[in-house]
């Protein structure tokens, strides 16, 4: 079982705690990917609006082949569950303005704060001590 060796102490540090193991499991999925579709080792010559298609794509075809390829060799074969990307996103568009910044930033904010206040909840479901955030951060 995974022990938490350093306690967050405030919702800032819960979601950076959180997203940063979270960014370590996209990582290793793309890494299988990676592997398994050399298309993705190089910069390929298509518009952004293709390439921001490619991924989740191969993503797809990579969870088609586990399900309906049992005997699959591939040396994570599991990494990837039976979740299937369907967001193409906006990177096509060109970069953010200010005001989606904005946006994005207070909804960030939100979640983070819904996060502390599950994270207490849970402590003192097991009977942990909750942490109170001071009003400083």
């Given at each position: ?82 979740h299937i ?50 009003l400083a951060?």
């Open positions: 079982m995974f022990t938490l060796l350093y306690r967050p102490c405030n919702h800032k540090e819960l979601f950076n705690l959180r997203h940063a193991m979270l960014r370590n499991v996209v990582e290793r999925i793309f890494g299988v990917v990676k592997r398994r579709f050399r298309i993705l080792l190089l910069p390929p010559e298509y518009s952004m609006e293709i390439q921001a298609r490619i991924p989740p794509a191969l993503c797809l075809v990579h969870n088609v082949i586990q399900v309906h390829d049992p005997n699959d060799m591939m040396e994570y074969r599991n990494v990837l569950d039976e990307l369907t967001d193409t996103g906006s990177l096509a568009n060109g970069p953010p303005t200010e005001q989606a910044r904005t946006c994005a930033n207070l909804c960030c904010d939100q979640i983070a704060r819904e996060m502390w206040k599950d994270y207490n909840e849970e402590r003192i479901r097991r009977g942990e001590r909750a942490i109170i955030e001071s951060s």
